[in-house]
């Protein structure tokens, strides 16, 4: 991903992507001889992409949407 999409597609789409990914995964226990056992892992892979996926569109340090510090002297 170039950075220039848009985050909260990223994380709006993860639930459809993940649900999708685990039809697929039955689907392919029922068609093949592919057991769900075998595939579990694909889920893994999936959720880490969307991982790497989110981290590269997040906001970037430093920038106008960083969080600040929290200030415990009581000054502000």
């Not at 093949?32 to 889920?43: D, L, M, N, V, Y």
């Not at 106008?64 to 510090?69: G, I, L, N």
């Amino acid at each position: 991903m170039n950075g220039n999409s848009n985050p909260t597609l990223l994380r709006a789409i993860r639930g459809p992507i993940m649900m999708i990914t685990i039809g697929v995964l039955f689907a392919l226990d029922h068609m093949t001889e592919f057991t769900f056992g075998r595939t579990w892992p694909a889920i893994l892979i999936v959720l880490g992409v969307l991982s790497l996926g989110d981290r590269f569109t997040g906001p970037k340090a430093g920038g106008p949407t960083s969080r600040r510090d929290p200030d415990f002297r009581g000054e502000q």
